[in-house]
């Protein structure tokens, strides 16, 4: 069956006359959305209406939240949509529920918690595309890459999604050997602890892989903004940082990466919202995790850290800068 889903998902037709809507997590402007939304409506936009509603919760203080999901809720009861497609675990967390029990069919990507988390991920209307970090392939690519690739750091933020990313992939494990190389991974919400041991990592390590760090803050339990950590782990890190999302690549970022695509999750997405559209029920089509990745490079990283890549990975590549 799963296969078969697979196969649907590349060339799913589409029918006429019904309407999507498209509930962000965060907003346009953001990359991650923008580059999602580009991939919804390549895939469905000549066919149906596509509303898109900003949940805005990167911008919005969350006491402001409950109010703005009554908004969208009252504005999905006016569209009465054939089916619902959910970015990101925030647009999941406050809306799968409500569209479940009022008949909507779901479509959710970007979803890094699984049902401890999420509860609606066992409603027979929901199904999607868990977001899962490309452990195993970014290790391989690394040795690869790199002259000296024995020894990686892997360092996430302690939170809920990349606790379960880690658990589910690695059990209670925190140190282990993946393709050759040794992995330390380490989740932490301290800003001291986080920037430290990206500054001391070259004591250590080959190689730093981040994660998500959206839930750090400091001694004063001030948040830290992510891309200020960026900045200052650029600038100081002795060895090379990559990353398992491309918004983390770029200038005074990340070098790169086997990364999740937002494009791709979007595409994906959207072709499990054409089964749904077409006749099938959610429960009929399997939740599947991350299919594909891409690799992404800065071009000021591989100078700042001195990495070449090889003429065939180069030419698999894309380059943000």
């Known amino acids: 069956m799963r296969f078969l889903i697979l196969a649907l998902l590349l060339v799913s037709p589409l029918c006429f006359g019904k309407t999507v809507v498209v509930i962000e997590s965060y907003h346009d402007e953001y990359k991650w959305d ?4 580009r991939a919804i ?15 805005d919760t990167k911008r919005l203080p969350k006491s402001e939240w409950p109010q703005k ?3 969208i809720q009252q504005t999905v009861a006016e569209i009465k949509p054939d089916v619902a497609i959910l970015g990101d675990d925030n647009a999941f967390t406050l809306m799968a529920q409500h569209l479940a029990d009022n008949e909507i069919p779901v479509v959710f990507f970007g979803v890094n918690g699984g049902p401890d988390q999420h509860p609606a991920l066992t409603h027979p209307l929901v199904t999607g595309i868990l977001e899962r970090p490309f452990f195993a392939e970014n290790v391989r690519h690394m040795r690869k890459v790199l002259k000296q690739n024995e020894r990686f750091l892997v360092l996430m933020d302690d939170s809920p999604t990349m606790r379960n990313a880690v658990e589910e992939y690695f059990g209670d494990v925190r140190q282990t050997r993946l393709h050759g190389s040794h ?4 989740l932490t919400n301290d800003k001291d602890a986080w920037l430290n041991a990206v500054f001391t990592a070259h004591e250590r390590y080959d190689a730093i892989i981040v994660g998500t760090h959206h839930t750090i803050r400091d001694r004063n339990d001030k948040y830290i903004q992510p891309r200020d950590l960026m900045d200052q782990a650029f600038i100081r890190s002795q060895v ?3 990353s398992f999302w491309d918004i983390f690549i770029g200038e005074n970022q990340g070098i790169g990466g086997f990364t999740v695509s937002a494009y791709q999750e979007g595409v994906t997405g ?3 919202a054409s089964l749904i559209l077409n006749g099938l029920k959610p429960h ?8 594909s990745g891409h690799y992404v490079y800065s071009r000021s990283g591989m100078q700042h850290w001195n990495v070449a890549l090889s003429p065939l ?3 698999q590549s894309s380059f943000v800068d």
């Not at 923008?34 to 939304?37: E, F, G, N, S, V």
């Not at 992995?183 to 380490?186: A, F, K, N, Q, R």
């Open 240 to 242: 090379p940082i990559f």
């Open 183 to 186: 992995l330390d991974i380490v």
């Open 284 to 291: 009929q089509i399997p939740q599947i995790k991350s299919i």
């Open 41 to 55: 409506e390549s895939v469905l936009g000549a066919k149906y209406d596509i509303r898109v509603l900003a949940l």
């Open 270 to 272: 959207a072709r499990l």
């Open 34 to 37: 923008a580059d999602y939304l």
């Open 69 to 71: 999901v009554a908004s």
């Open 313 to 315: 990975i180069a030419s």
